[in-house]
């Protein structure tokens, strides 16, 4: 089973910066199947929503328009290692963040269903 695991979450204050990151682990994957990787979260009481992903074949990078100019993603598919620096975080981006995996050619980056794996989440907290 292919595993995602998450690491860089913690708690912040308004204004302040965390980098977020996300490896692979498990049973021997094919990381040429990888077509985009991306970043969601969920805040309480709330559905989980997309933030920023990046497309493997073309190089394209999306994010949500509550996140962009302030967030970047970065990675490296063939190593299924997928980065999201976060800067000028505010109290509105207190969340449980997931790194996702599709394996999918010419699926949405921002739909969800359309990645197969997933971690199991870290949480950001910003206080203001």
């Known amino acids: 089973q292919v595993q995602l695991v998450e690491s860089g979450g913690g708690l912040v204050q308004a204004g302040g910066s965390l980098r977020l990151s996300c490896t692979a682990s498990?049973?021997?994957?094919?990381?040429?199947?990888?077509?985009?990787m991306g970043w969601f979260r969920q805040a309480p009481g709330k559905e989980r929503v997309f933030v920023a992903a990046m497309r493997r074949s073309d190089g394209s990078i999306m994010y949500s328009d509550s996140v962009k100019g302030r967030f970047t993603i970065s990675g490296d598919h063939a190593k299924i290692t997928v980065y999201l620096q976060m800067n000028s975080l505010k109290p509105e981006d207190t969340a449980t963040y997931y790194c996702a995996v599709g394996t999918s050619l010419f699926t949405p980056l921002w739909r969800g269903s359309t990645y197969e794996y997933w971690g199991q989440g870290t949480q950001v907290t910003v206080s203001s």
């Open positions: 498990g049973r021997t994957f094919n990381t040429q199947s990888t077509q985009k």
